[in-house]
């Protein structure tokens, strides 16, 4: 594939393009080599030889396929979506930090993100110089999305508007109704970018199947937590495919690698989709197991509950049961926002009674 060459015909009206960066619009990719598999390779001043023990299909002495055209088919049918709407990532991390670099000029416009949410929205705005407009989610109502003061808060020079869903780290899902409606109200203005890096483990599906209807909504997905590939780093945007060809040309020719393509179409083959569905429901099962036994550890004030492979608590004394959980040879995450709290990842059976026991020891010595 070559992506095509700049224009800078001005994006039609309405078009979400007309909220990116015009300077962007206008962008010659990289003219990565020319991707000719079946003619011997003397153009890309690679070695011909593999290094030893390279066990890799297609060698690691040879640059790989810039968005394999294999890989990117399979996951669009992962995610029940077309090709043209999918751009694969160096994990979710790459496409937040995709976006905001497409969308936000630096010193002039603004991302808006709904703490306590996932750090690296606001980080990636910051390193790209871009400011970030904070609308807190309702801690008194289950952490629920203040749509209109999201819209309010929404001023001009705003161009992307998070929505993690289930959010990290309080679990909860945000309503698919509340996303369309606020992507109609935000449409013109903002695109409006939800994150499902945990949709997986919730009993919903997707949003992405409205972006055919919904010009301004992306959505982020990863192979890392249900697909047990986060060392892999394989995320995607969804997304409209004018949104997607302005990504093409800024991402990195080069972005995903050899061994985790790989990888990654392994895990997409039949069987092994069948072995993370069964995983995800085993996770679903011990979620509920777990939230019952927090909910009755005497240090335990208040447990959240969960649509993710995550349970969000608040303990009398968190730094207590933090280093509780260390001495038994667990780490748990501590939460900079929400300090009585701590984020507990559902693992195995067995890792799970060993914390709920850790949790428990603690507040005999306390009581
Ligand atoms: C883990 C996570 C991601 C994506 O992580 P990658 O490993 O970069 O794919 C995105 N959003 C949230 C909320 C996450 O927790």
Known sequence: MSAPTGSAAPPP???????????????????????????????????????????????????????????????????????????????????IDLLTRAFCRAGQDSIL????????????????????????????????????????ACVPGVKLVYVCSPNNPTGNLIGEALILRLAQRLAGRALVVVDEAYVEFADRPSVARHIASQPWLVVLRTLSKAHALAGARCGTVLAQPAIIGLL????????????????????????ALATSRARVEQIVLERGLMLKQLAAC?????????????????????????ERACAAGLLVRQQRELTRCLRVTVGTPEQNRSLIAAFNSLSKVSA
């Open 248 to 271: 093409r040309r800024i991402v990195e020719p080069y972005n995903l690698a050899q061994p985790s393509i790989e990888a990654v179409l392994r895990a997409l083959t039949p069987a």
């Open 298 to 322: 005497p240090t335990v004030t208040r447990v959240w509950p969960s649509d993710a492979n995550f349970i969000l608590a608040e303990f009398h004394d968190a730094q207590a049961a933090f």
């Open 13 to 95: 009206a309405g078009s979400p393009l007309s909220i990116a960066r015009p300077d962007l619009l206008a962008i010659s990719p990289y003219e990565h080599a020319a991707w000719r598999p079946e003619l011997t390779r003397l153009h890309a001043n690679e070695l011909p030889w593999r290094q030893a023990g390279d066990d890799s299909e297609a060698g690691l002495n040879r640059y790989p396929e810039p968005q394999p055209r294999e890989l990117v088919q399979a996951i669009a049918a992962l995610y029940e979506a077309t090709p043209d709407q999918v751009l694969v990532t160096r994990g979710g991390d790459e496409g």
């Open 113 to 152: 993100t709904c703490p306590p949410t996932f750090g690296m929205y606001p980080v990636a705005a910051r390193v790209q110089g871009a400011g970030v407009v904070r609308v807190p989610l309702r801690a008194d109502d289950g952490f629920a999305y203040d749509e209109d003061a999201v819209v309010a």
